[in-house]
């Protein structure tokens, strides 16, 4: 059988244009953060506040990720009604068994990151004075 130059690397292209979304949870750790992703949506905590990603995040050519989802923010008492969710958006990249990303609040006009998690590794509890 002869392959045509170049043809390999098409289908390598192809085959790795959309990396798979795990099975079950995985968690995701460092020093500011910890990332908990399904294919039905995950969670984020902070050293001060927690966040909730959508189903239907992904990740494109590259590793680049993009999800959608809510902030909530940490510190003082806590209020009878809860905290009240701030839509987010969470951006980021990939890189072996890392994810760099950073969370965009409209509503807050804010930015937070970025964070930096390894798959596996132990991250962060919120722990808001």
Request: charged fraction near 15%; proline fraction near 9%.
């Amino acid at each position: 059988m002869r392959v045509l130059p170049g043809t390999l690397a098409l289908l390598a292209g192809l085959a790795c244009s959309e990396s798979t979304l795990p099975d079950g949870p995985e968690e995701w750790g460092g020093p500011d953060a910890t990332v908990t992703l399904s294919a039905t949506g995950g969670s984020v905590v902070y050293l001060c506040g927690t966040g909730a990603i959508d189903a239907g995040w992904s990740i494109a050519r590259g590793g680049a990720w993009r999800a959608t989802g809510q902030y909530y923010a940490g510190g003082g008492p806590a209020p009878a009604e809860g905290r009240p969710p701030h839509r987010a958006a969470y951006d980021g990249v990939f890189q072996g068994d890392v994810l760099t990303f950073s969370v965009s609040v409209p509503d807050l006009d804010t930015t937070l990151g970025p964070f930096s998690v390894t798959r596996g590794k132990p991250g962060a509890s919120e722990i808001c004075l």
